[in-house]
Each structure stands twice: as structure tokens, then as C-alpha cells.
Nanobody
Framework: EVQLVESGGGLVQAGGSLRVSCAASGLTFDNYAIGWFRQAPGLEREGVACISNFDGTIVYKDFVKDRFTISSDNAKNTVFLQMNSLRPEDTAVYYC???????????????WGQGTQVTVSS
């Protein structure tokens, strides 16, 4: 059974930092792209960043470039999203997801975690 488990969310003040993690099990980690999406109340889910363990591709949405960094520890089957200079508008549930390629379309991914709440206070 494939499982993606997010952790590391929480409450932080604007300008602060958080690192969220996605631990994967039940899949061949090196063959997958791991994406981070987020969904704020009343808004559609949106892509944030993605890393492909298959070919090394890393992509970010413009609104997180230079603030967020995605990385992968293949020995631990874990992907991290380091979030710096956080803003209130970054408040959302953050989900990690696994698929064969990086895409901003959620339907391109096969597996999803349960999400972790990130709240940024002003």
C-alpha cells in the first residue's frame, strides 16, 4: 500500500520559516515525481513545487520562487519543502502527491497525502 505522510506544518508569524516533510512508502521512490500542492479555504487547490526523483527536474510556481525550496532525501524516501519569508497568503493545507512526472495538474498524480496545515499570522 502506498502512503504519503506529511508533517511539519504549524503556526508561524509572517516573515518566518517552516519546513514540511513528505515521507513516502510502498512505492519505488526513485521512479516518482513528488509534488506539493496547497489549498486555502474557499480557493482551488494549486501547485506549489515539484521534484522528480527520476530525472532531477525541479519546478516552482512563480509565487514561491526564491522563498520556497524543495529537496529530496532518497535514502529516507522523504521530500522536504523549506518555506521561508512566509506570508499570510501562504496559509493553506499543504499536500504532497506522487506521480510519474511533474505537473501543475492534480489529476496527473496517482497518490496523495492527508495534508498538513500551515498558518501564517500577520
Amino acid at each position: 500500500e502506498v502512503q504519503l505522510v506529511e508533517s511539519g506544518g504549524g503556526l508561524v508569524q509572517a516573515g518566518g520559516s517552516l519546513r514540511v516533510s513528505c515521507a513516502a512508502s510502498g512505492l519505488t521512490f526513485d521512479n516518482y515525481a513528488i509534488g506539493w500542492f496547497r489549498q486555502a479555504p474557499g480557493l482551488e487547490r494549486e501547485g506549489v513545487a515539484c521534484i522528480s526523483n527520476f530525472d532531477g527536474t525541479i519546478v516552482y510556481k512563480d509565487f514561491v520562487k526564491d522563498r520556497f525550496t524543495i529537496s529530496s532525501d532518497n535514502a529516507k524516501n522523504t521530500v522536504f519543502l523549506q518555506m521561508n519569508s512566509l506570508r499570510p497568503e501562504d496559509t493553506a493545507v499543504y499536500y504532497c502527491t506522487a506521480g510519474t512526472i511533474c505537473s501543475w495538474l492534480g489529476k496527473m498524480y496517482y497518490y496523495w497525502g492527508q495534508g498538513t496545515q500551515v498558518t501564517v499570522s500577520s
